[in-house]
């Protein structure tokens, strides 16, 4: 067990629906990042905040939108939704005190668009 | 740009060594990371090295490193079928991790 909860494991939706992904990250971690896991893209980095605030982006399309809230957890906002979206959506967050930079990961979930 | 790339595919018998190769592109990356992706759950840090050695040893993991080539090797000995997975190299960009594709090992009897 990781201590990374992301909810809800498995979503099925229709195209043009919007849905929420929450993560709650390690007790204590400030950093959250989330990431998409598609067969035929790899895991592809999306949106990484710390303590509040956005501090990095990687190709998150605009239809997506994140944040963080003061208790730390995280919503993935993902809107006008394409069969290209279904994808496992991983959420992972790290510490301050972790020099290495590991993170710690989530069992994400899978969001299936039909 | 920010391109890890690593091999899809590799099968091995069991109780052969596993070498999965992985090329990654920011020389400045600091670590670089193995993690392991067992069917249905998230990603799990299997190892990880700085970038001012050159080999690290951990039980049946050996992670070579070659900074000129911008290569990582990860090499598992003696594998079990519990090994088999996605393995996925990483290097530290900044604060986020980039990842490569994935290299599935599947390990048969």
């Known amino acids: 067990d990781s201590g990374v909860t992301q909810t809800p494991k498995h979503l099925i939706t229709a195209t043009g629906q919007r849905v929420t992904l929450r993560c709650s990250p390690r007790?204590?971690?400030?950093?959250v990042y989330w990431y998409q896991q598609s067969l035929d893209q790899g895991l592809q980095f999306l949106i990484q905040?710390?303590?509040?605030?956005?501090?990095a982006k990687g190709n998150i399309l605009e239809r997506f939108s994140a944040q963080q809230f003061p208790d730390l957890h995280s919503e993935l906002n993902l809107s006008s939704l394409e069969l290209g979206d279904s994808a496992l959506y991983f959420c992972?967050?790290?510490?301050?005190?972790?020099?290495?930079?590991?993170?710690?990961f989530g069992e994400g979930s899978r969001l299936t668009v039909l | 740009g920010e391109d890890v790339e690593q091999s899809l595919f590799l099968s091995v018998r069991e109780g052969d060594s596993s070498v999965i190769n992985c090329t990654y592109t920011?020389?400045?990356?600091?670590?670089l990371y193995w993690y392991k992706q067992e069917p249905g759950a998230g990603l799990q840090l299997l190892t990880y090295?700085?970038?001012?050695?050159d080999m690290k040893q951990d039980q049946r993991l050996t992670v070579l490193l070659n900074k000129k080539d911008k290569h990582l090797s990860l090499r598992i000995a003696d594998t079990q079928t519990g090994d088999s997975a996605i393995y996925f190299c990483?290097?530290?960009?900044?604060?986020?991790?980039?990842f490569g594709t994935g290299t599935r090992l599947q390990v048969f009897p």
């Open positions: 992972a967050s790290s510490g301050e005190l972790s020099n290495t930079g590991e993170l710690f």
């Open positions: 007790s204590g971690d400030l950093s």
């Open positions: 905040y710390y303590n509040g605030e956005e501090r």
């Open positions: 920011d020389s400045s990356s600091t670590y």
């Open positions: 090295i700085f970038s001012n050695m």
């Open positions: 990483a290097e530290r960009n900044t604060d986020k991790l980039i």
